[in-house]
């Protein structure tokens, strides 16, 4: 019978997974290796072990060398991508723009009766839906930007309502400290108070 299928999770064990590790790291080089000698290819390894650890290993050139073209490599790729990415965006925009402006032309002409008499009625159908599709999108769109500018507006009351609120406090404040202030000042300005007070008016109210 043959070996079960091995399930590949991490091993939880510290200890095992080191020696696993140390293991597989060796045969994986090993086969590295092999690979390069008998395909005659150019190959580079890299490993960083759970510590941090770096193993390299590289065939024919040094291993900077492999990298630099293989980056290079990336960056044609990427290159072409956005090109033909850009060229088929480019041309989804000409063709919804040459869309839009043929329908329009022909809801034109159809709205000044130049040629609606010459539609048979599957062509009046096709007509009466594109107009609808277009009617649903007109309204889509006012209904988006109704929501828009109500949302801003709800924003904006709450800005002022918060600005608001910023003053009143602010109001309060220096309220209170006015009061402070007058209180002080009538404190200061009253006879019986008793640092306005001589000596001898002192002395009367003790003896009264």
């Known amino acids: 019978m043959g070996r079960g299928k091995v399930e590949l999770k991490r091993i939880e064990d510290k200890s ?10 060796n045969g994986l080089i090993k086969k590295a290796r092999e690979l ?17 650890k770096l193993y390299q290993f590289s065939s024919g050139e040094s291993l900077r060398k492999i990298l630099e073209r293989y980056q290079i490599h990336v960056d044609e790729e990427a290159a072409i991508y956005n ?6 965006k480019s041309r989804d ?14 809801v034109e002409r159809h709205i000044e009766g130049q040629d609606i008499q010459q539609l048979n009625m599957t062509q009046l159908i096709n007509l009466e839906k594109q107009l609808d599709s277009i009617l649903r999108q007109t309204r889509n769109r006012k209904t988006q930007l109704m929501m828009d ?4 507006l ?16 602010k109001i309060a404040a220096e309220m209170q400290v006015e009061d402070g202030e007058k209180d002080d000042e009538l404190n200061q300005e009253d006879p019986h108070s008793d ?3 001589t000596p001898l008016g002192k002395g009367l109210l003790q003896f009264l």
């Open 149 to 152: 500018t109500v949302d801003a």
């Open 154 to 169: 709800h924003e904006k009351e709450n800005q002022l309502k918060q600005e608001k609120n910023v003053m009143e406090n």
């Open 36 to 52: 390069a000698v008998l395909c005659d290819v150019e190959l580079a390894l890299v490993i960083f072990s759970p510590r941090g």
């Open 83 to 88: 090109s033909v990415h850009e060229a088929a």
């Open 195 to 197: 640092s306005n007070q």
């Open 16 to 25: 095992s997974r080191q020696v696993t590790f140390s293991k597989r790291k």
């Open 93 to 106: 925009e000409h063709s919804d723009l040459w869309r839009a402006t043929s329908l329009q032309e022909m």
